[in-house]
C-alpha cells in the first residue's frame, strides 16, 4: 500500500516508511556585479565593485551562487583587486619578487559557482590573471570576453621598408595598445601607466628579450632573430603609432609585411590559474590576449575548456594573443577535456598536459626521500599529498624502478601559498623502503595519482611557432577531429623529460585518429622521451595508434618515434602539397628509436613519397 505526504512543494512517495524522492536543489542565489557599482560603459574601474561582488557571494555560498554581470565593457585595473602568495608551475618558480598574484576574478574556497559574463567584454589592465579557481569544486566561467589594454607583447609589423641615399630604412605600424617612446636611437615600450602610482606597469627596450615573426599572409608564425635593431642610425617617431628606423646599412630589408612579435621573458602570473579545485569548467569563451603565461591548471580535478577561442581581437590590430603557452595542464586527475575552441597566435605551446618529475636528492630514512624541484621555471607548490601514488623512474632509462608505486603516508613541503619552508625540496615518507635501485642525483618521482585521461576534440590550430599538443600522461588519451594548420614544429609531441623541463612521464594508451595536418613542419607526430640508454625490449611509451588521419606534407617525416612498444600507423592518407608529379622527396615517412611493435598497414600514399620505414 502506497502512503503520499505532501511537504511543501516536494512530493514523497513512501512505501513501508521508506522517502523514494528527495526534496528538490534550492535555487542559486544571483550576484549582480552592477548592484555593487560596476561600470559596464567602461568608463571607471570596475575592480572594486567586482571583488565586492565575489566577496559577498561567497557569504552566501550555502546554496548555489551565479555571478553575473550585464552586457557591456569593464575596465579592471590591479591595484583594487584580490592579491595572493601564490607558487605557478612552469612560470617563474621560487623567484620571490614574483610570488604575490593579481588577481581580476577570484573564486576562492566556494562550491557550485557560475561567472556569467552575459556577453560582457573585461578589459584588464598592468600584470594581472584574468581569474582564477582556487580550492573550489563546481565552477563555471561562461559567456565572455577578456582582453588587456597593453599586451607585455608587442606586434610591430614592417609597414614598408627599402633603400634612400644609399641606406636602409623600415617604416613599423605599432597597434594601440602599445605606448611607447622613441629616445635617440632607442624605442622603450612602456605598457601603459598606472592611474595610481603614475609609473608604467611594465616598460622594455627595443627588441625586448624574445622574438617571433608572423607572416599574416602565409599565416606561418616562427621563432627566429630580430633584426629591427641591429645597425640603426636613426629613430623617427612619424606619428600615428608609426616608426621610421633608419640603418647603417645599404641592403633593403626583405621583411615587408612581415610581423614580430617581441617580449620580455618572465612569466610573472598565469593567464589564468586552477588549483586544488575539481569540476571546472571554461566554456563559451573569447580569450583575447593571455598576460604573462596561460591558463594553468594544477592539482586539480576535471577541467573542461570548451568553445574558448584562443586568438587576438581582430579590431586590435595584434596577431599576438599569449605570451607563452595557450593552456597548460600541470599535475591534474580526472579528465582534461578540449573541444571545440580555436587555438590561433600564441608565444609557445597551445596545449601541454604534463606532470612533474622531482628528482631524489637525499634519502633520511628507511623509508623517506628528499625530493626537488630541478626546474627553475616550478617550485614552490604541493607536488604530493598523503594517500597520493608516487612512482621512482630511473633518469637514464627512464624505465620505472622495480618494486612497483608506493604511496606517500606524510608529506612535509611547500603549500603552494607562503614561502615559510623550502620553495624548492620536500621530504615524503613511504608505506614501505625505499626501493634498493633508487640513485640520488639519478632518480625522479611522479606522481601517479594526479594524471588524466584527456580527450582534446573538435579544435582549431594554427599560427603556432612551436609544437601543437603535447601529452605526457598515462591514462588514456584520445586526440581526434582537429585541423592543424602550419605548425613550425611537431603537431602532436609526446616526451617525459627528466632532463630539461622535467615534465613526466609515460603514455601507455594514445589515439590520434581522425584529424587533419596540413603545411606540417616535420616530424609531424614526435616521441622522444628523454632516456639516455636504449633499450628496445624495455620502452619508455607503450601503445600509441594513428589511424585515419591526413597528412598534406612537404618533404618532412610524419611520424619520428623513439622508445615505444607498440606503435600503429593505419587508415591514413598522405599526400604531397605539390602534387604526385613533382620530384621525389627524400625524407622517409616513418623513422623508429628502439622501438617494438611497429604495425604500418591499410594507408594511402600519393607517388613520390619516401614510404620507407627507417628503425634504428
Avoid at 602565409?218 to 640603426?232: G, H, I, K
Avoid at 633520511?364 to 608516487?390: C, I
Avoid at 639519478?442 to 579544435?459: D, F, K, M, Q, R
Wanted: charged share 15%; net charge negative.
Amino acid at each position: 500500500m502506497l502512503r503520499f505526504v505532501v511537504l511543501g512543494a516536494a512530493l514523497m512517495v513512501a512505501s513501508g516508511g521508506a522517502a523514494a524522492v528527495a526534496a528538490p536543489a534550492a535555487a542559486p542565489v544571483v550576484v549582480n556585479v552592477a548592484a555593487f557599482g560596476a561600470d559596464p560603459s567602461g568608463r571607471v574601474d570596475s575592480a572594486p565593485a567586482v571583488t565586492a561582488a565575489l566577496r559577498y557571494a561567497k557569504t552566501r555560498n550555502s546554496r548555489p551562487v551565479r555571478i553575473v554581470f550585464p552586457k557591456g565593457t569593464y575596465q579592471l585595473y590591479p591595484e583594487r583587486a584580490e592579491t595572493r602568495e601564490l607558487y605557478v608551475s612552469n612560470t617563474v618558480g621560487a623567484d620571490q619578487q614574483y610570488r604575490d598574484k593579481t588577481i581580476g576574478l577570484l573564486v576562492e574556497d566556494m562550491h557550485d559557482v557560475t561567472v556569467d559574463g552575459g556577453g560582457a567584454e573585461l578589459v584588464y589592465h598592468g600584470l594581472q590573471t584574468a581569474f582564477a579557481a582556487i580550492r573550489s569544486t563546481n565552477v563555471t566561467f561562461t559567456n565572455f570576453s577578456f582582453d588587456y589594454a597593453a599586451p607585455e607583447v608587442i606586434d610591430a609589423t614592417v609597414a614598408s621598408a627599402g633603400v634612400t641615399g644609399g641606406h636602409a630604412y623600415r617604416v613599423l605600424s605599432i597597434p594601440a595598445g602599445s605606448p611607447y617612446k622613441v629616445n635617440g636611437t632607442h624605442v622603450t615600450w612602456l605598457g601603459e601607466t598606472s592611474p595610481v602610482t603614475g609609473q608604467p606597469y611594465w616598460s622594455g627596450t627595443d627588441g625586448l628579450e624574445y622574438n617571433q615573426i608572423h607572416d599574416p599572409v602565409r599565416q606561418r608564425t616562427w621563432r627566429a632573430d630580430n633584426p629591427l635593431f641591429s645597425n640603426v642610425a636613426a629613430v623617427t617617431d612619424l606619428g600615428g603609432r608609426r616608426i621610421r628606423i633608419d640603418y647603417t646599412t645599404g641592403t633593403a630589408p626583405s621583411d615587408a609585411g612581415l610581423v614580430y612579435q617581441m617580449r620580455l621573458i618572465e612569466r610573472a602570473q598565469p593567464g589564468a590559474f586552477i588549483w586544488e579545485s575539481s569540476n571546472v569548467t571554461l566554456r563559451s569563451m573569447n580569450a583575447y590576449y593571455l598576460q604573462t603565461f596561460g591558463m594553468v591548471g594544477q592539482f586539480s580535478r576535471d577541467i573542461t575548456i570548451d568553445h574558448v577561442n584562443f586568438a587576438s581581437d581582430p579590431r586590435s590590430g595584434r596577431s599576438t594573443a599569449s605570451f607563452a603557452d595557450f593552456v597548460q595542464m600541470s599535475g591534474v586527475r580526472g579528465k582534461v577535456s578540449i573541444t571545440g575552441c580555436l587555438f590561433d597566435g600564441p608565444q609557445d605551446d597551445p596545449i601541454n598536459v604534463h606532470g612533474t618529475y622531482v628528482e631524489v636528492v637525499g634519502q633520511p630514512a628507511a623509508d623517506t626521500l628528499t625530493l626537488a624541484y630541478e626546474h627553475p621555471q616550478t617550485a614552490g607548490f604541493p607536488q604530493f599529498y598523503p594517500g597520493d601514488q608516487l612512482q621512482l623512474v630511473d633518469t637514464l632509462t627512464m624505465i620505472p624502478v622495480a618494486g612497483g608505486p608506493a604511496v606517500v603516508t606524510a608529506v612535509d613541503g611547500p603549500s603552494g601559498s607562503d614561502h615559510s619552508k623550502s620553495l624548492t625540496t620536500m621530504t615524503v615518507k613511504l608505506d614501505r623502503p625505499v626501493p634498493a635501485g633508487v640513485r640520488i642525483g639519478g632518480t625522479v618521482a611522479e606522481n601517479l595519482t594526479y594524471t588524466p585521461s584527456v580527450v582534446i576534440t573538435g579544435n582549431t590550430f594554427r599560427n603556432v611557432p612551436t609544437r601543437g599538443i603535447l601529452v605526457t600522461t598515462p591514462k588514456p588519451v584520445l586526440i581526434a577531429d582537429n585541423r592543424f594548420d602550419g605548425m613550425t614544429m611537431a603537431s602532436v609531441y609526446i616526451s617525459a623529460d627528466a632532463y630539461q623541463w622535467y615534465e613526466s612521464g609515460a603514455v601507455r594508451d594514445v589515439m590520434i585518429r581522425d584529424n587533419t595536418f596540413t603545411r606540417p613542419a616535420g616530424p609531424v607526430i614526435f616521441v622522444e622521451p628523454t632516456n639516455q640508454v636504449l633499450d628496445p625490449a624495455n620502452p619508455v611509451h607503450h601503445n600509441i595508434s594513428v589511424e585515419d588521419n591526413r597528412f598534406d606534407v612537404g618533404d618532412v617525416s610524419v611520424v619520428d618515434a623513439k622508445s615505444v612498444g607498440g606503435f600503429t600507423f593505419s587508415g591514413n592518407t598522405v599526400r604531397r602539397l605539390d602534387g604526385p608529379s613533382a620530384p621525389p622527396y627524400t625524407s622517409p615517412l616513418f623513422v623508429f628509436h628502439g622501438s617494438t611493435g611497429i604495425q604500418i598497414a591499410h594507408n594511402r600514399y600519393d607517388k613520390g613519397l619516401n614510404t620507407s620505414v627507417v628503425t634504428n
